[in-house]
């Protein structure tokens, strides 16, 4: 079956950097893209950006350029998430999701990873 | 871009149908039929319900149904039950290729 598991809660300080695996199995990695969206504490989702698992394209929402980086290993079927220079607004459950064949359409979720970011 | 617009809380009762919409612009909602719907219980990951405004993924129960007029989006939910109580949210793809989700919606079963 398909699963999505990502890496443990991480604390931070502010001004570092954070990076969040997601380790997939179950189906052919390089046929899916996978997206990253986080959920601040009481608050919405927000989507961040999303791999290409074929080829590693990128597409990040504008609002994380030049702060997030999205990369994957295909030889071990796991993708990763980092953002820099973390804020006490970075604070949020961040999930992976894999994209099925259509826009936006994410269809299976890791079970997400706390961050805490605090001085 | 901002987040679509979706009311804060609904409610009905059991056996009822309600009705969840979610406002985006000419250049979300309105320009693309690549609107999903997630439902979300607390303390768990979003759970997949919809696809391109009306497709059930494989496993969704026939009561979720999904629908678009102009720049709205609509999760319809007949035969209500318990379990259905949940946040709810809907994405929709942008015309900067991006994706935005709504602001959530909280399903209350009374």
């Known amino acids: 079956q398909v699963q999505l598991v990502q890496s443990g809660p991480e604390v931070k300080k502010p001004g570092a950097s954070l990076k969040v695996s997601c380790k997939t199995s179950?189906?052919?990695?390089?046929?899916?893209?996978i997206s990253w969206v986080r959920q601040a504490p009481g608050q919405g989702l927000e989507w961040m950006g999303w791999?290409?698992?074929?080829?590693?394209?990128?597409n990040y929402a504008q609002k994380f350029q030049g702060r997030v980086t999205m990369t994957t290993d295909t030889s071990t079927n796991t993708a990763y998430l980092e953002l820099r220079s973390l804020r006490s607004g970075d604070t949020a459950v961040y999930y992976c999701?894999?994209?099925?064949?259509?826009?936006?359409?994410?269809?299976?979720w890791g079970q997400g990873t706390r961050v805490t970011v605090f001085s | 871009q901002s987040a679509l617009t979706q009311p804060a809380s609904v409610s009905g009762s059991p056996g009822q149908s309600i009705t969840i919409s979610c406002t985006g612009t000419?250049?979300?909602?309105?320009?693309?039929?690549?609107v999903s719907w997630y439902q979300q219980h607390p303390g768990r990951p979003p759970k997949f319900l919809i696809y391109?405004?009306?497709t059930r993924p494989s496993g969704i129960s026939s009561r979720f149904s999904g629908s678009k007029s102009g720049n709205t989006a609509s999760l319809t939910i007949s035969g209500l039950q318990a379990e259905d109580e949940a946040d709810y949210y809907c994405?929709?793809?942008?015309?900067?290729?991006?994706?935005?989700f709504g602001g959530g919606t909280k399903l209350t079963v009374l």
């Open positions: 999701a894999r994209e099925e064949f259509s826009v936006g359409a994410m269809g299976y």
């Open positions: 179950g189906y052919s990695f390089t046929s899916y893209g």
């Open positions: 791999i290409s698992g074929f080829n590693g394209n990128t």
């Open positions: 000419s250049s979300d909602v309105g320009g693309y039929d690549y």
């Open positions: 391109d405004v009306s």
């Open positions: 994405s929709s793809q942008t015309s900067s290729n991006t994706v935005v």
